[in-house]
C-alpha cells in the first residue's frame, strides 16, 4: 500500500505533440488511473494468474519497458502494429522503446518521457507519426504510464488513430474549402496569408515580399438574377479554373531557384477571389499577374448553352512582409479594388500610398463632421460681389472655412461633397444660412447711411430634399430680422437642371417670399436654356472658365489664342448670355475677374456685378464692415 501512495503522490502533469510539433489541444488528456491494481481480490505483491494471457491476446498494443528504456516484453498487436507481426513480437524484447514509438526526435516529449521512466511524471500521452516497413505512415497515441514501484517498469500502449485523422483531415477540408468552386475559402486563405507573412518575414532565401490580387467580377449579380443561380455557380467553377491556370502559369515563369510556388487561388465568397503570391519580386510581376487575370476573364463563356461575357475589377498590392499584417493587406487590397471599380471597372488597379492616404484623410473628415458643426469649428468668410459700372459693393458670398483641429483652415471643396453624401450638409447648410443672415442684418444695423447689401448662401440640392428648406429660410428671416430680397440663394447649374417636384416648389416658394434665385457656374452644365423659362431665376453667375478666355487687353500682353489674341469665342458666348439674362429679366454676375482687362470688357458686354481677386479675396466680417465704409472697393 506505501506504493499505492507514493505513486498517488506524483505529479499528474502531461505533455502532448507530434513528430511534426506540437500536436493540437485536443490531443491533450488527462491520466485516468493512478492505482497500482484495479482488482481488490488480488493482494499487493501477488500476481493474477490470467494477467500473461490476458497482456498476449489483448488487441490493444502493449509493451513494458525497463528503466533503462529497453523493451522487456511485447504482445503480439504491438508487433502487428509496427509490422514486425504478432508471432515476432518477442523479436522486439531488448529494443529502445523510444525508437519503436518515435518518443526521442521531439524534445520536450523525450523529456517528459525520462521524467516518467524515472518516476517523476504520472503518465504520457502525445500523438506520433509513425512509417510502417511497407512505406505508409501510421498515425498512434502513445501512453505510457508507471507499473508498481518494486516492477521498475512502465507500460507502454499505442493505439491506431489513423481513421480518426483521416476523418478530421477529411472534415478540416470540407471546412477550408468552397463547397462551388473548390478553391480554399476566406478562412483558410487568411490562415495561409498570416503563415506566409510570418514566414516570409524572417526566411533570409526569399524576398521577403507578399503580393495580393484581390478582384471582383463585373456584372456576376445580373447573371444570378437573370439566370438563376445554378448558371450563376457554372460561371464562378469556370473563373476559378481559370485563375488556376493564370496562377500556374505564373510559377512556371518565376526565376529559376526561387522556392516558391504557384500563387494561392481562393475565392472569399460571393464574386470576390483572391491570388496569393509568396516570395513576390515586386509590383511588376503582381501586375503582370493581374493583367493575365483580366484578359483570361475577358474571354466568353459558354455555360449550359449560354454564351456569358464578365470582366473584373482587380486591386493589385505588393509590400516587404515584415512591415505588414494580414489585416492590412486586405485593407489595402480591397481599398484598390473600390479604386477600380470607381474609376470604370474591368480593370486593375495598383495600390497608391497618396492617393489612399487621400481616402483617409476624406473618412476622417466624414467621421467627424457633424460633431464639428457643435463644436463650433465651423467660420464663414465673405467675397464681394461687386457693381461693375461704379464698383460699389452690391452684396457679398457667404464661403464656409473648416478650422479643423488635425488638418487646419479646410476649403469648401474637402469637405462639402463629404457633408453631402453623408447628409450632415442639412445641420451644417442651416448653420450657414442662419450665420450669414445674423451677419447681413449685422452690417446694416451698423451702415444705417448706405443701401444695405444682400448676402449669397449656397445650397445644396440635399438640402431641399432632406429638409424643409422653406420654413427653414423663412423661421431665420424672421428670427434675424433680415428682409428676404436681401438674401440670395445658389444653387449649381446641374443640380438646377433636374429640379422637379419638390425641388421646383420649394424654389418657387422661396421666389415667392421674395428670396433670390442665382444659378452658380452657368455654362459649364447642362445649360439647357428651356430650363430657364420655367425656374423662377433672378441671377445668371458666369462660370470663370468664359472669363479666363479674355483676360488680355492687347496682343501685347499674350492671350490664349496662337497668336496672342484674345479668343474671340468666349466673349461672344458671354455677350450672348448677358442679352439673353437681360432679355428675361436676369441680372449677370462674372465670376473669376482677376484683371483690369477682364473688368472692362465685362462692362462693356453689359455684365452687372462682378466676382473675383481683383476686388477682393474672401475676407472676415470685420473687413466687409471696412469696405462698406469706402465709396467703391478697392481693386486688389
Not at 48 to 76: E, H, I, K
Not at 388 to 406: F, I, S
Request: glycine share 8%.
Amino acid at each position: 500500500m506505501r506504493s499505492v501512495r507514493k505513486t498517488s503522490a506524483l505529479r499528474e502533469r502531461t505533455v502532448s505533440g507530434t513528430s511534426q510539433g506540437p500536436a493540437p489541444a485536443a490531443d491533450l488528456v488527462r491520466p485516468a488511473i493512478t492505482e497500482r491494481h484495479a482488482n481488490a481480490s488480488v493482494q499487493p505483491g501477488e500476481e493474477s494468474p490470467t494477467t500473461p494471457a490476458a497482456f498476449s491476446v489483448a488487441p490493444l498494443a502493449m509493451a513494458v519497458v525497463d528503466r533503462d528504456g529497453l523493451v522487456v516484453t511485447a504482445n503480439g498487436a504491438m508487433g502487428t502494429l509496427l509490422g514486425t507481426g504478432a508471432e515476432s513480437a518477442e523479436a522486439l524484447a531488448g529494443r529502445v522503446a523510444a525508437e519503436l514509438v518515435d518518443l526521442a526526435s521531439d524534445t520536450r516529449i523525450r523529456h517528459a518521457y525520462r521524467e516518467v521512466l524515472c518516476g517523476r511524471q504520472a503518465r504520457l500521452c502525445c500523438t506520433r507519426r509513425l512509417k510502417q516497413p511497407d512505406g505508409t505512415w501510421l498515425w498512434v497515441q502513445v501512453s505510457v504510464a508507471p507499473l508498481p514501484e518494486e516492477e521498475r517498469a512502465v507500460l507502454l500502449s499505442v493505439t491506431d488513430i489513423s481513421a480518426n485523422r483521416r476523418l478530421q483531415a477529411r472534415l478540416r477540408h470540407l471546412q477550408m474549402h468552397d463547397p462551388v468552386t473548390r478553391l480554399p475559402n476566406r478562412t483558410l486563405f487568411f490562415e495561409q496569408l498570416s503563415a506566409a507573412l510570418e514566414r516570409d518575414a524572417y526566411d533570409e532565401a526569399g524576398t521577403g515580399r507578399t503580393g495580393l490580387v484581390y478582384l471582383d467580377l463585373d456584372g456576376f449579380k445580373a447573371v444570378n438574377d437573370t439566370l438563376g443561380h445554378r448558371v450563376g455557380d457554372q460561371l464562378l467553377t469556370a473563373v476559378a479554373e481559370r485563375l488556376t491556370r493564370c496562377a500556374d502559369k505564373a510559377a512556371l515563369h518565376r526565376t529559376a531557384g526561387t522556392a516558391a510556388g504557384a500563387p494561392l487561388v481562393a475565392r472569399l465568397g460571393g464574386d470576390e477571389f483572391a491570388l496569393l503570391v509568396e516570395d513576390s519580386t515586386g509590383t511588376e510581376q503582381l501586375a503582370d499577374l493581374a493583367d493575365s487575370v483580366l484578359k483570361a476573364l475577358q474571354l466568353p463563356f459558354d455555360l449550359s448553352g449560354q454564351r456569358l461575357s464578365v470582366s473584373a475589377s482587380i486591386g493589385v498590392v505588393e509590400r516587404q512582409s515584415a512591415s505588414t499584417t494580414a489585416t492590412g493587406l486586405m485593407q489595402a487590397a480591397d481599398t484598390t479594388l473600390y479604386w477600380a471599380k470607381a474609376d470604370g471597372k474591368a480593370r486593375w488597379t495598383l495600390f497608391d500610398p497618396e492617393r489612399n492616404a487621400h481616402r483617409m484623410t476624406r473618412q476622417a473628415l466624414s467621421s467627424t463632421l457633424r460633431a464639428a458643426v457643435g463644436r463650433g469649428e465651423f467660420v464663414l468668410e465673405y467675397q464681394p460681389l461687386v457693381g461693375m459700372a461704379d464698383g460699389g459693393v452690391r452684396g457679398v458670398e457667404a464661403l464656409v472655412r473648416w478650422h479643423h483641429p488635425q488638418f487646419g483652415v479646410l476649403a469648401p471643396n474637402r469637405f462639402i461633397s463629404l457633408a453631402e453624401e453623408d447628409g450632415s450638409i442639412v445641420q451644417l447648410g442651416r448653420w450657414i444660412l442662419a450665420t450669414a443672415c445674423r451677419q447681413a442684418r449685422r452690417w446694416q444695423i451698423d451702415h444705417p447711411d448706405r443701401a444695405p447689401i444682400f448676402v449669397s448662401v449656397n445650397v445644396a440640392v440635399r438640402q431641399v430634399w432632406d429638409s424643409d428648406l422653406v420654413a427653414d429660410v423663412a423661421e431665420i428671416l424672421a428670427e434675424t430680422g433680415l428682409a428676404p430680397h436681401l438674401l440670395q440663394v445658389e444653387l449649381t447649374e446641374s443640380a438646377l437642371m433636374g429640379s422637379a417636384g419638390r425641388p421646383l416648389q420649394a424654389l418657387r416658394a422661396l421666389s415667392d417670399m421674395g428670396v433670390r434665385i442665382a444659378i452658380d457656374d452657368f455654362g459649364t452644365g447642362y445649360s439647357n436654356l428651356a430650363y430657364l423659362s420655367r425656374l423662377p431665376v433672378s441671377v445668371l453667375k458666369l462660370d470663370g472658365a468664359f472669363v479666363r478666355g479674355f483676360q488680355y487687353e492687347s496682343p501685347q500682353e499674350g492671350g490664349t489664342g496662337e497668336d496672342g489674341q484674345p479668343n474671340p469665342a468666349d466673349e461672344i458666348i458671354v455677350e450672348a448670355l448677358v442679352q439673353l439674362a437681360h432679355r428675361l429679366g436676369l441680372t449677370v454676375t462674372a465670376e473669376g475677374v482677376e484683371t483690369d482687362a477682364q473688368a472692362s470688357r465685362l462692362r462693356r458686354l453689359g455684365c452687372d456685378t462682378g466676382q473675383g481677386w481683383l476686388y477682393s479675396r474672401a475676407v472676415p466680417p470685420e473687413r466687409i464692415a471696412e469696405l462698406l465704409g469706402a465709396a467703391a472697393c478697392p481693386q486688389a
